[in-house]
C-alpha cells in the first residue's frame, strides 16, 4: 500500500466526514438547546436535497449558488413544522419531552417520505454541474471539485454558526438556553422563540447537508434514515454538550470508516464507525469533545 | 410596589402555598423566614412567573403580573437571584453579565450597568474571561447577583444566597445586599441565616407549611420569643436558668 494511496483515502474520508459533519450539527444543535431528538433530521436533509436538485432542474441554478435560496427556505420550513409539531412538546418536562419528540419526529418521517414519493417517484436524481467529475490532481492526489466544495460549505456553515452563537446577542440567548432554561428565562430570554430559531437552523443546516448530498451522491426519498444515524453517531461521538464539536468529529468518523476500508475492506466502513461509537461510549460517555460531568446536572 | 393576594399554588396535586398574601413597599428589603420546605422558594418562583397561581393575584404598581410569561415579568424590572446560582458555567463572566442585560431596556443601558457591576464587584472586572463554572463559590455568587443586576431590576429577589459559602464570604453578601437596596433597589430576602437577615430587614414574614404564620419588623421579629425559639436557637428553658 503506497503513501499516495492512504493519503488519497484519507483524503475522500474528510470530504465524506464534512458532509456529516454539517448533518450533526443541526441535530446536535437542536438536541443540545431543545433536548428533542428529531429523528426526522434525515428526511429534512432528503427534502433540501430535492430542492437543491429542482432549482438546478427547472432554474438552471448551481447547487452551490442556490445554497442561497436553499437555506432560508429551509429555516422557514423549519419554523413551520416547529410551530405545527413541537411547540407544545417542548413546554413539557424532560422525559415525556424526549417520548413525545421521538414519537413526532418518527410520524414526521413517515409523511415526508411517503410525500417525496408522491411528488417525485422513487428514482435516484442527481445534480450534474459543468464541474462534476472534474478534479484537480495535487502531489498524486485526486481531489474532485464537488467534494472539495464538500468542504468548504461545511468549514463555512461551522465558522459561521460558531461566530453566530458566540458573537451575537441571540446566539449567547442560545447557549444560556441550551445550559439552563430556566436561568435563560430569569434573564428575560423568550426560551420559545429562542427554540423556534434553533429549530430553524437545525433545519437549515440539514437542507444545506442534503444540497452537499444531492451533490455528490444523488437523492431518493429514502436517504433520510441513514443520514439520520450517521449524525447520531457523530453526535454521540463529539459529545451531547458539544454542540460545535460535531464537525471535528464527523471528519474523523468520515477518516476512520475510508482508512478501514482500505485496512479492512469497504463492507466493514459501517461497522468500523459503529465500533469507535460504542468505544467511545464506553471509554468516554462525555464524547469526545464534551466537557463531561459540568452539565450533568 | 409588589402585592402578593390570596395566592394558592399547587405541584401537580400538592399544594404548596395556601392563600399567601404580602406587600412589598419601594425602597424596603423584606425578608422570608420559615423552615425548609415552607413555600419560600415557591413564593418567589411564583412572583417571577415561574409558577403560576391556581388562585389569587400577584400586582406589580397595581398591574397584574401573574398572567404574563416569565420572560416579560424581567422586562417589568423584577429579577431573581435563583438558589444554587444557576450560572451559564461553560459561558465566561462576561457572557454570564451580558446575557443577564438581554431584554431591550437593559440592553439599551449595558454598558452603563456592566461598569457599575464591575465597580461592586472588582473581581468580576478581574476575571471576566474565566469560564463561570471554574469560580470559587463566593464569586459564582458575586456573579449570579452581578448577572441579576444587569437586568436593571426595580424589585430584585434573592433565594438563599449565603447557602453553602465560607462565613467571611456570607458577610460579604449581606453587605451586596444592603449596598444593592441603597442603591435604590427594593429586595425582597429568602434566607436561613435568619439573625443576618433580620438585622437587615425593614419588614419580615413568616412562612410555615404553606402560609404567612406571622409578621413583623426586623427587630420586632428578633425580640420574638417564638421566631427566637424556631429559627435563632434561643430555647426559653436556657433562657430562665
Known amino acids: 500500500m503506497s503513501l499516495a494511496t492512504i493519503a488519497q483515502t484519507l483524503v475522500f ?96 418521517i413517515l409523511i415526508l417520505q411517503q410525500t417525496a414519493i408522491l411528488l417525485w417517484t422513487g428514482d435516484e436524481r442527481t445534480v450534474q454541474t459543468a464541474y462534476t467529475g472534474r478534479t484537480l490532481a495535487l502531489a498524486g492526489i485526486v481531489l474532485p471539485y464537488t467534494r472539495m466544495a464538500n468542504l468548504g460549505i461545511g468549514l463555512l456553515a461551522v465558522i459561521a454558526l460558531h461566530l453566530f452563537l458566540h458573537r451575537t446577542y441571540f446566539g449567547k440567548a442560545i447557549r444560556a438556553t441550551a445550559e439552563d432554561w430556566e436561568a435563560a428565562t430569569l434573564a428575560g430570554i423568550d426560551v420559545q422563540r429562542v427554540y423556534l430559531v434553533t429549530f430553524a437552523i437545525g433545519t437549515a443546516l440539514a437542507g444545506v447537508a442534503g444540497a452537499l448530498v444531492t451533490m455528490g451522491y444523488g437523492v431518493t426519498p429514502t436517504i433520510g434514515l441513514p443520514w439520520t444515524l450517521k449524525a447520531l453517531v457523530v453526535v454521540v461521538l463529539a459529545g451531547t454538550g458539544s454542540i460545535m464539536g460535531a464537525f471535528p468529529a464527523g471528519l474523523l468518523l468520515g477518516m476512520a470508516e475510508a482508512g478501514s476500508a482500505l485496512v479492512i475492506g469497504a463492507e466493514y466502513g459501517q461497522v468500523v464507525g459503529l465500533v469507535i461509537f460504542l468505544l467511545v461510549l464506553l471509554v468516554r460517555p462525555q464524547g469526545l469533545f464534551g466537557k463531561g460531568g459540568l452539565r450533568s446536572a | 410596589m409588589l402585592e402578593v393576594r390570596e395566592v394558592d399554588v399547587f405541584y401537580g396535586d400538592l399544594q404548596a402555598l395556601w392563600g399567601v398574601s404580602l406587600t412589598i413597599n419601594q425602597g424596603e428589603i423584606v425578608v422570608l423566614v420559615g423552615p425548609n420546605g415552607a413555600g419560600k422558594s415557591t413564593l418567589l ?9 391556581a388562585a389569587g393575584s400577584v400586582l406589580l404598581d397595581g398591574q397584574p403580573i401573574h398572567t404574563i410569561p416569565a420572560y416579560q415579568i424581567v422586562a417589568r424590572g423584577i429579577v431573581l437571584v435563583p ?10 463572566v462576561l457572557e454570564n453579565l451580558e446575557v443577564g ?132 436557637g434561643y430555647s426559653p428553658e436556657a433562657a430562665a436558668q
Open chain 1, 13 to 108: 474520508g474528510v470530504f465524506v466526514g464534512s458532509i456529516y459533519g454539517i448533518a450533526a450539527l443541526g441535530l446536535g444543535l437542536v438536541f443540545g438547546v431543545m433536548r428533542v431528538l428529531n429523528v426526522a433530521h434525515g428526511e429534512l436533509l432528503m427534502i433540501g436535497g430535492y430542492v437543491s436538485f429542482w432549482l438546478f432542474q427547472l432554474v438552471g441554478l448551481d447547487p452551490l449558488v442556490s445554497l442561497l435560496i436553499l437555506g432560508p427556505v429551509m429555516f422557514v420550513l423549519g419554523t413551520v413544522l416547529h410551530k405545527l409539531l413541537y411547540t407544545h412538546v417542548v413546554r413539557q418536562g424532560t422525559e415525556s419531552k424526549i417520548k413525545n419528540s421521538l414519537l413526532i419526529s418518527f410520524g414526521l
Open chain 2, 45 to 53: 418562583r411564583t412572583i417571577v412567573g415561574l409558577h403560576r397561581p
Open chain 2, 83 to 92: 438558589e444554587g446560582r444557576r450560572l451559564f458555567g461553560s459561558m465566561s
Open chain 2, 101 to 232: 442585560a438581554f431584554t431591550a431596556r437593559a440592553r439599551h443601558e449595558k454598558n452603563k450597568t456592566l461598569q457599575r457591576v464591575f465597580e461592586t464587584f472588582p473581581i468580576l472586572a478581574e476575571r471576566k474571561h474565566q469560564i463561570a463554572a471554574t469560580m470559587s463559590g463566593g464569586q459564582q455568587q458575586m456573579l449570579a447577583i452581578g448577572r441579576a443586576l444587569m437586568g436593571l431590576p426595580r424589585l430584585l429577589l434573592f433565594d438563599e444566597p449565603s447557602l453553602g459559602l465560607a462565613p467571611i464570604v456570607v458577610e460579604n453578601i449581606f453587605d451586596v445586599v444592603q449596598a444593592v437596596n441603597q442603591s435604590g433597589v427594593t429586595v425582597l430576602l429568602v434566607e436561613q441565616n435568619v439573625h443576618a437577615a433580620l438585622e437587615l430587614a425593614h419588614r419580615a414574614y413568616i412562612v410555615e407549611q404553606g402560609r404567612v404564620v406571622g409578621q413583623g419588623t426586623g427587630s420586632e421579629l428578633l425580640t420574638d420569643a417564638n421566631v427566637r425559639q424556631a429559627y435563632l
